[in-house]
C-alpha cells in the first residue's frame, strides 16, 4: 500500500503537511450532558463538547509539544491515504492474506472520543473518530501484535457484559472482510488506505457515555489483537460514524430512537478552552431561520455522507458574484461529486475546477500573492488578517441549499507569521472532499430517516 502515496503533487504534500500542524484537527471529545434514559433509549438524546486536543483538558495535552512535534504523530501518512481512497476503485484496495476492503477510509486522529467500555465500566476509552469509516475497535488483551499505548489495554475477560460473535450471527455479515475461525466466532480484517490494519473478534459489549447511567448495550465493535500501522501512542482505537448499519452512529441512534445527529465546528483558531459540541437522538435537529438543506446520495460505497456541490460562487451573492460550476472528467455535474468529511482538514476538489475557482479567488483580492518555499506554490498572502480581504465564497449544493464561506473557513494561517493560505487543494480524480476547515461556524445536520443534510450558518462558540 505504500506504493498508493505516490500519485500527490509536491504542492499537494507541502499544504497537507502546513495544515496538519494546526491545532484544530486535533480534538477530543468529552460528554458534557445527557438527556437519555438510563439505558441510552427512548426519546432522549447526547450532547458531546469536542475539546481541543492542545487544551489542558484534553488527555492528549502535551505542554512542552511544538506544531512540528505534532506532525511527527503520523497524522500527515493518515490524511494522505484518505486522498488515496478518491482516486482508487473498490478492487484496488488489497489487504495480507488477499483481504480486499472496499468500503475504507484512514481516521486521522482529529477527534478522539471519550467513553468507558465493559461492565462495570473497565477504563476509559480514548477513540479516534472518522466519519469515513464504520467499524469502532479498541486494542484489546490479549495482543499478539499492537502499538504501543500508553493507557491500559481494555481486557475482555473482566467485563460481564462482553461476548463474542459467531459466524452465523447476522452481525457478523455486517462487515464484509470476515471470516470463521476453528471455534466458529467471527474474525474480521480491517485495513485503511495507508496500510493500517486492525486485525480480531467481531464482538458486542456495554458502552457508557460520562456517568454510569447512560449506556448502551449490545454494541458491535472490533476487539483488536493485531493491530499496525499509522496510530499513537495516545490512540487506543478508532470510532467509525459512517452511514452503514454498523457504525456507532448508526447503532447508538437506533437505541435513541431519533435517526439523526449534528455537529458545530468552531473555528480553527478559536481559544482552545471553549469547545465545540455534537449531538446524537433527538434536540440534535438543525432548526430556525437560515437553514438550507440537500440530499445524501446513495453510491456504491455506502459509507460516506456525498452530496452533490453544483459549484462556489465568488463574492457576496447580494452583488455580482462569479459561479464556479462543479464540471466534472466528461463536462457534467455528476451527483454525489463530493462527501461531507470532519476527518479531512482542507477542501480538495478536482484539478480543473480548484484552478478554476482559485482563479476568481486571486482575481477578487486586492493583494500580491506571498511566495515562500516552505508554501510551495499554494496561494497565501501577507497579511494580519484575512477579514474585508478575502471574498464569501458559497457553495451550491443540490437543491437550492447555499452555504456561505467566510474567511475564516476559507483561508488558515500555516506556522508562518502573518501569513494565510487558501485552506482548498486540487486532487486528481471526479470526487472532492467538503473538509472541516470549511464546515466551521456551521450547524450541520445529518438525517437518517430524510436522507437529508441541513446547514445552518452558527457561531459555534456559544453552542
Known amino acids: 500500500m505504500a506504493a498508493a502515496r505516490i500519485h500527490f503533487q509536491s504542492n499537494v ?57 505534532r506532525y511527527n504523530n503520523n497524522i500527515f501518512l493518515r490524511t494522505l491515504s484518505r486522498l488515496n481512497t478518491l482516486n482508487m476503485s473498490p478492487a484496488t484496495y488489497f489487504y495480507p492474506n488477499n483481504v480486499v476492503q472496499s468500503n475504507v477510509s484512514t481516521a486521522n486522529g482529529e477527534y478522539v472520543m471519550k467513553f468507558s467500555i465493559g461492565t462495570p465500566p473497565l477504563l476509559d476509552i480514548y477513540g479516534i473518530v472518522d466519519t469515513g469509516s464504520d467499524l469502532m475497535w479498541v486494542q484489546c488483551l490479549p495482543c499478539v501484535q499492537c502499538y504501543k499505548q500508553v493507557k491500559p489495554i481494555y481486557n475482555p475477560a473482566s467485563s460481564s457484559s462482553y461476548k463474542e460473535l459467531s459466524c452465523q450471527s447476522e452481525q457478523c455479515h455486517l462487515l464484509d472482510t470476515v471470516s470463521c475461525s476453528s471455534q ?110 440537500t440530499s445524501l446520495v446513495s453510491k456504491e460505497d455506502k459509507t460516506y455522507y456525498f452530496v452533490t456541490l453544483e459549484g462556489i460562487s465568488v463574492g457576496n451573492l447580494s452583488n455580482s458574484s462569479k459561479l464556479i460550476p462543479y464540471y466534472n472528467s466528461s463536462g457534467a455535474i455528476s451527483k454525489g461529486n463530493m462527501f461531507i468529511d470532519t476527518g479531512a482538514p482542507p477542501t480538495l476538489l478536482p484539478k ?33 488578517s484575512m477579514a474585508g480581504i478575502a471574498p464569501i465564497l458559497t457553495a451550491h449544493f443540490d437543491g437550492g441549499a447555499k452555504v456561505p464561506l467566510i474567511h475564516t473557513s476559507t483561508f488558515i494561517p500555516p506556522p508562518v507569521e502573518g501569513v494565510f493560505c487558501f485552506a482548498m487543494q486540487p486532487i486528481d480524480g471526479d470526487v472532492g472532499i467538503f473538509g472541516n476547515f470549511a464546515q466551521s461556524d456551521l450547524f450541520i445536520g445529518y438525517d437518517f430517516d430524510s436522507q437529508m443534510v441541513s446547514f445552518k450558518p452558527t457561531d459555534c462558540t456559544k453552542q
Do not use: W
Not at 450532547?47 to 495535552?61: A, E, F
Not at 478508532?238 to 458545530?264: M, P
Not at 480543473?352 to 516552505?374: C, G, H, M, S, W
Open 13 to 69: 504534500l507541502i499544504f497537507m503537511i502546513i495544515f496538519l500542524l494546526i491545532p484544530l484537527r486535533n480534538l477530543a471529545i468529552a460528554i458534557a450532558a445527557t438527556k437519555s434514559s438510563n439505558s441510552g433509549r427512548g426519546t432522549g438524546g447526547l450532547s458531546i463538547d469536542l475539546i481541543h486536543r492542545d487544551s489542558p483538558n484534553s488527555p492528549l495535552y502535551k505542554p512542552h509539544e511544538t506544531p512540528f512535534e
Open 352 to 384: 480543473d475546477f480548484y484552478n478554476r475557482l482559485e482563479e476568481q479567488v486571486r482575481n477578487a483580492i486586492k493583494l500580491t500573492p506571498y511566495q515562500d518555499p516552505r508554501l510551495g506554490s499554494q496561494l497565501c498572502y501577507k497579511t494580519q
Open 184 to 293: 466458529q466466532l467471527c474474525n474480521y480484517t480491517y485495513g485503511y488506505a495507508d496500510s493500517s490494519l486492525t486485525k480480531g473478534v467481531l464482538a458486542t459489549e456495554r458502552i457508557t457515555f460520562g456517568n454510569s447511567n447512560n449506556f448502551f448495550d449490545n454494541v458491535v465493535f472490533g476487539c483488536g489483537h493485531n493491530n499496525t500501522g499509522v496510530f499513537n501512542e495516545n490512540e487506543m482505537g478508532l470510532v467509525g460514524l459512517g452511514r452503514t448499519r454498523l457504525s456507532l452512529a448508526s447503532q447508538i441512534l437506533s437505541q435513541l430512537g431519533a435517526n439523526k445527529f449534528s455537529y458545530c465546528l468552531v473555528p480553527f483558531h478559536t481559544d482552545s478552552s471553549i469547545t465545540s459540541k455534537m449531538y446524537f437522538g433527538n434536540g440534535s435537529e438543525v432548526s430556525g431561520g437560515g437553514v438550507v438543506s
